[in-house]
Structure formats: C-alpha cells, structure tokens
C-alpha cells in the first residue's frame, strides 16, 4: 500500500512539473510575441526616420543646396540649381541612392500639381527628377528658393515645399 502511495505522489509531481513546464513555455511565448511586435513597430519607424534624414541629407547636398547665396539656411534648396540638375539628372543616377526625387510647393500653391519644366519655369508647382512616380512617400519639409527680378531689383524668393524621395531596395 505504501509503494502505491509513493508511486501516486511520483505521478503527481511529475504532472505537475509539465503543467508548470508548459505554463513557462505558453509564458515566454507571449513574450515573445509581444516583444517580436514592437521590434517590427521599432523597426518600421527606423526605415521612416532613416527615409527622412537621406531626403535632408539630399537637402543640403550641394547640386541641390542654396550655400551662401541666400543666407546660412539649413534644408534650403535653390530651385535654380534643381532645374538645371533636372536637364543632366542621367549623369547623377545612381549618385543619390534613390530612384526618384520629386519637390512639391506648399506655399504659395498657386500652380498646384504643374509640373516644372524650362518653358512654365517658375511658374509651376512640383518638380520630378524622374518621369516615373514616388512610390513612396518619404519626405522632409524644405525652403525652395531663388532669385527673382522685381523693379530692377533682385530679390530672394523663398516658398516652403516637400521634397520626396523612393529610395532604392537594397538586395541582400
């Protein structure tokens, strides 16, 4: 009778060290999922803010930049210089790492969704580097600027735009 007693009491501790087991395991799952979904979270609003710091790095580049001509201004871009890169954009294909740049005017958007070309320039209101489309909206907020003659005198225009990016896909 004793030996049936001590069998029983081996049977329950070793159920009991698998229900405690598994409910470690069912534990260290949820877990798991949960941590696993706040790094796809994490990981998604790395890939954005990396998006946005390569638009402003474009920016400040200098085939794009206002330098010194309209004052130390950071994220300025001189919409002079756009539209001579936009005639010899081949020649810089592969230099930016992006397959498309486009700059829109915020304000004033009087010439909302014109594109810009050497004809309508400067009065239109979005400027693609690329025929094909953005794909993706990566973007920064921009100053766009450039020299305008009024009454004989030279001024620097500024506007507030967009300018986006559709960075290129990187085969691993």
């Known amino acids: 009778m004793v030996n049936k007693k001590a069998q029983m009491k081996i049977q329950q501790m070793a159920f009991m060290l698998v229900a405690v087991t598994l409910f470690f395991i069912l ?9 696993l979904s706040s790094l796809r ?17 474009i920016a400040n580049s200098p085939e794009f930049s206002c330098g010194e ?6 994220r300025c871009v001189d919409l002079d210089k756009v539209m001579v890169l936009k005639q010899n954009v081949e020649l810089y294909r592969n230099f930016w790492g992006v397959d498309n740049i486009m700059i829109i005017k915020i304000y004033p958007n ?11 320039y400067p009065n239109c209101g979005q400027i ?13 907020y921009i100053t766009l600027c450039r020299k305008e003659t009024k ?3 030279i001024y620097n225009k500024c506007e507030l735009a967009r ?5 290129r896909e990187v085969d691993e």
């Open 41 to 57: 979270e994490t990981s998604n609003i790395l890939e954005n803010e990396k998006a946005m710091r390569l638009a402003s790095k």
């Open 128 to 140: 693609r580097l690329s025929d094909s489309d953005i794909s993706s909206e990566y973007s920064n």
């Open 151 to 153: 009454d004989g005198e």
């Open 69 to 74: 001509a309209f004052g130390a201004k950071v």
């Open 163 to 167: 300018i986006l990016i559709d960075p």
């Open 27 to 35: 534990v260290g799952m949820v877990i798991l999922v949960v941590y």
């Open 110 to 120: 009087e010439f909302d969704g014109v594109d810009c070309t050497s004809e309508n």
